[in-house]
T-cell receptor, first 113, second 112 residues
Framework: DAGVIQSPRHEVTEMGQEVTLRCKPI?????LFWYRQTMMRGLELLIY????????DSGMPEDRFSAKMPNASFSTLKIQPSEPRDSAVYFC???????????FGPGTRLLVL | GDSVTQMEGPVTLSEEAFLTINCTYT??????LFWYVQYPGEGLQLLLK?????DKGSNKGFEATYRKETTSFHLEKGSVQVSDSAVYFC???????????FGQGTTLQVKP
């Protein structure tokens, strides 16, 4: 079975540009999570969805970040405009239930110059 | 509030040494407990889990026992290999917040 799929795997962009990260969760999973990982701050939960509805976006750092889940098989995380401090690895994860095992994608490595 | 505390890393061991990575948590109720592993350049993957007190999770030679009395879930392996070099994350399911709470991660480096 396919796991969580993320694209692109690597993204290099210039400050001020819009960045869109994409995620396809495991089929049948009702929960989807977006995380950010940096050396300084470790692993941070940005937002999560249940049945395509955003439940908790308290981890979204600022208004430049937005996330959508238009259907059960697709989600996007958008940064507009991007800044160098947004450089990080962004992970998407999905699970059957909120407090159960999360399955992580391979991540998107974002570098903002 | 809800939190997970892991031992500071990095942990450096020689091959075949015994491994312990400590993990303690603050939580109400009986949360499920997890250990995740992240190999270089990859996402996190589940290593093992335990769902109730005194349960022992095990996988790939790693073990951890759910100790409610000490609110701990220490990870152990009797004989580590170079291929075990990775970052290990302890986590639990917080009923207060409805999401998994992760520790800060512990880097393990195993030398031949």
């Amino acid at each position: 079975d396919a796991g969580v799929i993320q694209s692109p795997r690597h993204e290099v962009t210039e400050m001020g540009q819009e960045v869109t990260l994409r995620c396809k969760p495991i089929s049948g999973h009702d929960y989807l999570f977006w995380y950010r990982q940096t050396m300084m701050r470790g692993l941070e939960l940005l937002i999560y969805f249940n049945n395509n509805v955003p439940i908790d976006d308290s981890g979204m750092p600022e208004d430049r970040f937005s996330a959508k889940m238009p259907n059960a098989s697709f989600s996007t995380l958008k940064i507009q405009p991007s800044e160098p401090r947004d450089s990080a690895v962004y992970f998407c994860a999905s699970s059957l239930a909120g407090l159960e095992t999360q399955y992580f994608g391979p991540g998107t490595r974002l570098l903002v110059l | 509030g809800d939190s997970v505390t892991q031992m500071e890393g990095p942990v450096t061991l020689s091959e075949e040494a015994f491994l312990t990575i400590n993990c303690t948590y603050t939580a109400t109720g009986y949360p499920s407990l997890f250990w995740y592993v992240q190999y270089p350049g990859e996402g996190l993957q589940l290593l093992l889990k335990a769902t109730k007190a005194d349960d022992k999770g095990s996988n790939k030679g790693f073990e951890a026992t759910y100790r409610k009395e000490t609110t701990s879930f220490h990870l152990e392996k009797g004989s580590v290999q170079v291929s075990d070099s990775a970052v290990y994350f302890c986590a639990y399911g917080s009923s207060n917040t409805g999401k998994l709470i992760f520790g800060q991660g512990t880097t393990l480096q195993v030398k031949p």
